[in-house]
């Protein structure tokens, strides 16, 4: 990796250094923006009702504005104060597979911006079950943004020394932890729509889901 004047910062998933968590959550709540470890792949970090920091990500990105971000929540009960509706399917699909590789497409809380869920009303949330994930979202106040950590129309990245140097000249630090999985995204489902409907297949099967939506 190329020397930058960032900081990196190596956080042992399963005994991640408390110091330097809160000074991670420190930057966050201030407007930066950080490169970070998912369960697939690493991503762009920002916290999501700051607007500054959430146009931030799309300067850095070079993103559409018309694509809205994801978000990491640190548990179910930060997932739904972003939220302004929590129906009975979120209770129980959050229930069966959070921490995991689901997420939902639920409608916003008004505190979130705009951009953050692209002018739809919508956003969508997981508890990630990355243990770095959830800490870093928890010191964030809670939420996260969770988009791929790559320029827009390159690839996700697995491998923290296959970033894009022009991606972390603008960030401002990254969490470092090893090569990642990859692998499928997580399964995205609206539960805005009734019935509920797949936005995205992923890792999570759709029949497994449609069992716990008909119950």
């Known amino acids: 990796m190329a020397k930058l004047d960032i900081p990196f910062w190596r956080v042992a998933p399963q005994d991640p250094d408390p110091d330097i968590l809160r000074r991670i959550g420190t930057l966050l709540r201030e407007g930066g923006v950080i490169v970070y470890p998912t369960e697939t792949f690493y991503g762009l970090g920002a916290v999501p009702s700051l ?40 209770d129980r699909l959050s229930r069966a597979f959070w921490p995991g590789p689901l997420t939902l ?36 106040g809670g939420l996260l943004v969770s988009t791929s950590a790559n320029l827009a129309g390159e690839p996700a990245c697995t491998d923290p020394e296959e970033v894009s140097e022009t991606l972390l000249a603008r960030v401002d630090g990254m969490v470092l932890s090893g090569r ?16 509920p409907e797949l936005v995205r297949a992923g890792c999570l099967p759709w029949e497994r889901i449609r069992e716990f939506l008909r119950s």
Do not use: M, N, Y
Request: glycine share 8%; net charge positive; charged share 15%.
């Open 105 to 140: 497409v639920l409608p916003s809380a008004s505190f979130l911006p705009l951009a953050v869920h692209a002018r739809t009303g919508k956003i969508a949330v997981r508890v990630s079950s990355h243990p770095i994930a959830r800490a870093l979202a928890a010191a964030a």
């Open 180 to 195: 990642l999985p990859g692998g499928l995204p997580s399964t995205i489902v609206d539960l805005c729509s009734q019935p």
């Open 51 to 90: 607007d500054d920091a959430v146009r931030r990500v799309f300067h850095i990105k070079g993103r559409a504005g018309a694509k809205a971000l994801p978000l990491i929540a640190a548990d179910t009960g930060a997932a739904r104060r972003a939220v302004s509706g929590w129906p009975p399917e979120a």
